[in-house]
């Protein structure tokens, strides 16, 4: 078994036409590295975005959308190298700024399309002025509130228990 494989079903990710469509991202050290930040609660980003991608690509496959670009953009969309919450003013205005910064990393990290870029720059409306145009990224603008919703909350649960072992 591949190490990204591996790597996903660390997170409990197990859906073999999930896994083949991200696995080459999952295997990029650009991407491994956002398992060092935390996103929300105690979740890191890569969690948070493993989670936003998967329930992505069940809900676009569902609508019969492009699964694809949901699923491979919604891993992206928070592809920022430092943790948010430290107090440096670098990581001032976050919300508004981090999607332009995980469009250019992903940049260069992989090939982008038109979609996957409106997909990550858009993710934040209506926090940033621009909504989405493509229905896909409408999909991972709502999970995404889903996800870092749930993983906001579970800090007020008695026992909350990390998507690892979910």
Excluded at 68 to 93: F, N, S
Aim: glycine share 4%; proline share 4%.
């Amino acid at each position: 078994m591949w190490l990204g494989r591996k790597y996903a079903e660390a997170f409990n990710v197990k859906d073999a036409e999930y896994l083949s469509i991200v696995e080459d991202l999952l295997i990029l050290e650009g991407v491994k590295q956002m398992d060092k930040h935390i996103q929300h609660s105690d979740i890191t980003t890569l969690e948070h975005t493993l989670c936003v991608s998967f329930i992505a690509f069940c809900v676009c496959k569902k609508l019969g959308l492009d699964y694809r670009a949901a699923a491979r953009a919604g891993l992206l969309h928070d592809l920022v190298y430092y943790d948010w919450h430290e107090a440096d003013p670098a990581h001032k205005y976050h919300g508004y700024r981090h999607p332009l910064f995980a469009v250019q990393n992903a940049r260069a990290l992989t090939e982008l399309s038109e979609k996957d870029v409106d997909i990550i720059i858009r993710h934040m409306w209506p926090l940033t002025p621009m909504p989405p145009r493509y229905k896909e990224a409408w999909v991972v603008n709502f999970v995404d509130k889903y996800c870092a919703t749930k993983e906001t909350l579970r800090k007020y649960k008695k026992n909350p228990v990390n998507y690892r072992n979910e």
